[in-house]
């Protein structure tokens, strides 16, 4: 599967910005899909991730209550809801897939990637 992710950019603190990310393939409703995020000197993190029919979403503990990840299998696509923005956010926003049921937030369970989208948070 090969993905496409955008949506990134510029915004101040406490605002919002939706990421997409576009997907091929016919198969979409069977991966998990997941969002990492890596800034400069730091390892990539898990952000969220929801399953192949999005009954169900997981997300790291700083980013509840904030993001929302959700997909449209008709359109092959899975969005993140950014809000209440912090400069801690700022980042290279990666979505990511793995064929399974299961929900797994070690980024190297995830196999296919999509090439990254800058999202800056200024204070």
């Known amino acids: 599967v090969q993905l496409q992710a955008s949506g990134g950019g510029l915004v101040q603190a406490g605002g919002s910005l939706r990421l997409s990310c576009s997907a091929s393939g016919r198969t979409f409703s069977s991966y998990v899909m997941g969002w990492f995020r890596q800034a400069p000197g730091k390892e990539r993190e898990f952000v969220a991730a929801v399953t192949g029919s999005g009954s169900s979403s997981y997300y790291g503990d700083s980013m509840k209550g904030r993001f929302t990840i959700s997909r449209d299998n008709a359109k092959n696509t899975v969005y993140l809801q950014m809000n209440s923005l912090k400069s801690v956010d700022t980042a290279v926003y990666y979505c990511?897939?793995?064929?399974?049921?299961?929900?797994?937030?070690?980024?190297?369970?995830?196999?296919?990637w999509g090439q990254g989208t800058l999202v800056t948070v200024s204070s």
């Open positions: 990511a897939a793995k064929s399974s049921i299961y929900f797994n937030s070690d980024y190297a369970k995830y196999p296919y």
